[in-house]
């Protein structure tokens, strides 16, 4: 039997994944902003905002504490604080930038931009450097709901105040939206395909929460047992949604991309040890929707696979098929990251995926930590 027959399976199973992946995307529910980004930028365009389309009276919004968890962030910081200065937030508002042991300006940044900063001190045993700086924030923090975002995003006029009203019409206990996503270029193409894969996993009742945009009303923060709960996960967020759902609170994960955006990566190593550290993680946590997530992204390789199974005697125009369909198959998400003819590129994307995330599992099962933010991760 011909070595390429084991890519029929996959290639079977790949259209079946990519219309989940379409069907969760559609299923989780849309948090709209009346602000909206100059198109292909991080810029919020003036004269966007309309009314929001929450009916809570202004006199109701209740007090904010935006948390922002800071190591080497000065540049960051250059594009978010001014963007929540410009917050149309009817309650009060304070900024707390937690300076995470930044070796850079960030605290000189942010001081001078007006917000405060609180030093995160030394970290202590047993933590790690992200939870550890949020939930400082958040024990010097003064608002009834905490917001904690990531200094590596920018938000709307508009988008604390529509998320913040969606949480209080619903009578939720907060809520995580995923944002829109800035991409510097070739990331472009391996975030289309981490997504999709992302999405094929997900499950309905699984809790997931996004870690560049956690908003929780203070006593569910602090009831639930919070970060210090979750110090030692490297992928807290996913820890934190957990722990919120166990002790019995509502926090859903929504589709943001009008409330805020965000640039992850600024280089391709930067992208490769964000994929390894997901790539180590996620198991814990997605369980099943994991390895949906895995074979997706493995069916995405097939179209690649197939040009040697050509050469060794599969049908070309089974080879030809096989890129064809995959392409189709990776438009929409082509669509959502800029360009349709992207999905011609989606395939390199996930094969990228996949040697970070067997890199990472690679590295957890002989001990080798990730090096995230200048510290090195070990996994448990």
């Not at 890519?7 to 902003?33: C, D, G, N, T």
């Not at 198109?39 to 922002?68: C, D, F, H, K």
Request: proline share 7%; net charge positive; with cysteine.
């Amino acid at each position: 039997m011909p070595w390429w027959y084991i890519l029929i399976p996959p290639a079977l199973l790949f259209p079946v994944l990519a219309l989940r992946a379409e069907k969760m995307y559609w299923a989780i529910p849309q948090l709209k902003s009346s602000s909206r980004f100059v198109v292909g930028t991080s810029v919020p365009a003036l004269g966007a905002e309309a009314p929001t389309t929450n009916e809570i009276p202004n006199t109701q919004y209740p007090s904010l504490s935006i948390i922002i968890p800071a190591r080497n962030e000065e540049t960051n910081l250059q594009r978010l604080l001014p963007s929540l200065t410009a917050l149309n937030y009817p309650g009060p508002v304070e900024v707390l930038v937690v300076d995470d042991n930044s070796t850079d300006g960030t605290a000189r940044v942010a001081q001078a931009l007006g917000v405060r900063v609180i030093g995160a001190g030394e970290l202590p045993s047993g933590w790690l450097g992200k939870p550890h700086a949020c939930h400082r924030g958040a024990e010097q923090a003064t608002g009834d709901w905490l917001l904690f975002t990531d200094a590596d995003t920018v938000h709307t006029p508009d988008g604390v105040r529509a998320t913040v009203g969606y949480a209080l019409e619903r009578g939720l206990d907060g809520v995580s939206p995923f944002l829109g996503q800035e991409t510097f270029g070739p990331d472009r193409v391996i975030l289309m395909a981490a997504f999709a894969g992302l999405y094929a996993g997900m499950q309905a009742d699984h809790p997931a929460l996004n870690g560049q945009y956690i908003l929780l009303r203070r006593e569910a923060y602090f009831q639930s047992g919070g970060f210090a709960a979750v110090r030692g996960e490297p992928l807290e967020d996913l820890a934190l949604a957990h722990l919120l759902k166990k002790t019995g609170f509502r926090v859903p994960l929504v589709r943001g991309e009008t409330v805020g955006r965000v640039r992850m990566y600024d280089d391709l190593r930067h992208v490769w040890h964000g994929m390894v550290r997901l790539g180590a993680g996620s198991l814990k946590w997605s369980g099943i929707g994991a390895v949906w997530t895995a074979l997706y992204i493995t069916g995405a390789l097939i179209p690649i696979l197939a040009i040697p199974a050509g050469v060794s005697g599969m049908p070309w125009g089974w080879v030809s098929g096989l890129w064809g369909l995959a392409i189709v198959l990776l438009v929409p998400w082509a669509r959502r990251f800029g360009a349709w003819y992207l999905a011609f590129f989606a395939l390199f994307g996930a094969l990228f995926v996949q040697l970070a995330a067997v890199w990472g599992l690679a590295g957890k099962v002989v001990g080798r930590g990730v090096r995230w933010k200048g510290r090195v991760v070990n996994w448990e």
